[in-house]
C-alpha cells in the first residue's frame, strides 16, 4: 500500500510540474501568436478587398457564425466568417464589392483533410481556381445542389462550407450595408 501511495504522488509531482511547464509557455507565446494572426487576417483582407483602411462594423443579424464585418472605404465589405467543413471548421474572409459581389476569398484556418478538403485553402493553381470561381456572385452553391460553383474533387463538404460561408457574408453585409 505504502508503494501505491509513492507512486500517486510522484505521477501527481509530475503532472503539476508539467502542467506548470505548459501554462509559462503559454504565457510567453500567446501575445506573438494573437500578433500573428491578426497580421495574418489583414494580409487576407487586403488580398481580397485592397483598402486603406478596415473600419469594424457593429454586426447584430444573430448568425454565429458571422465573427466579423469590416467596412473597406468605398470599396465595399470584409466579412470574417467561419463554417464546418468535412474535418473541422473553415474560417474565411470574403471580400464583397458595393453590389455585394464577393471579390475574393481567402482562407485563413482550416483543418481540412490535406490533399482534398485543404485544397480550398492552398496558393497552388488548383486553390486558386476554387477560389476564383466566387467572384462576381451574389450568392454561392455548387454544380450538385444546383448553383454555378463546380466542388473539389473527394471535397464536396468542404465546397459546401466555402459556399455557405460566402452566403452568410453577403446576407450579414447587407444587413450594415
Known sequence: MNKIVKLTLVLFAFGAVVALLL????????????????????????????????????????????????????????????????????????????????????????????????????????GRAFRNQFIGLTAAGVVKDGGTVQAITGATITSRAVCRGVNDAIAAAKTVG
Open 23 to 126: 501554462g509559462m509557455v503559454n504565457m510567453v507565446t500567446e501575445g506573438r501568436i494573437a500578433a500573428l494572426e491578426k497580421e495574418k487576417q489583414d494580409n487576407a483582407m487586403q488580398e481580397v478587398l485592397p483598402s486603406s483602411g478596415y473600419e469594424e462594423l457593429e454586426y447584430t443579424g444573430g448568425n454565429p457564425n458571422v465573427l466579423g464585418i469590416y467596412r473597406a472605404g468605398d470599396a465595399g465589405y470584409v466579412v470574417k466568417v467561419v463554417e464546418s467543413g468535412s474535418q473541422g471548421s473553415v474560417e474565411m474572409i470574403v471580400g464583397l464589392d458595393k453590389s455585394f459581389a464577393v471579390t475574393g476569398i481567402s482562407i485563413i484556418k482550416h483543418s481540412e483533410t490535406s490533399g482534398l478538403g485543404a485544397v480550398a485553402a492552398s496558393t497552388g493553381a488548383d
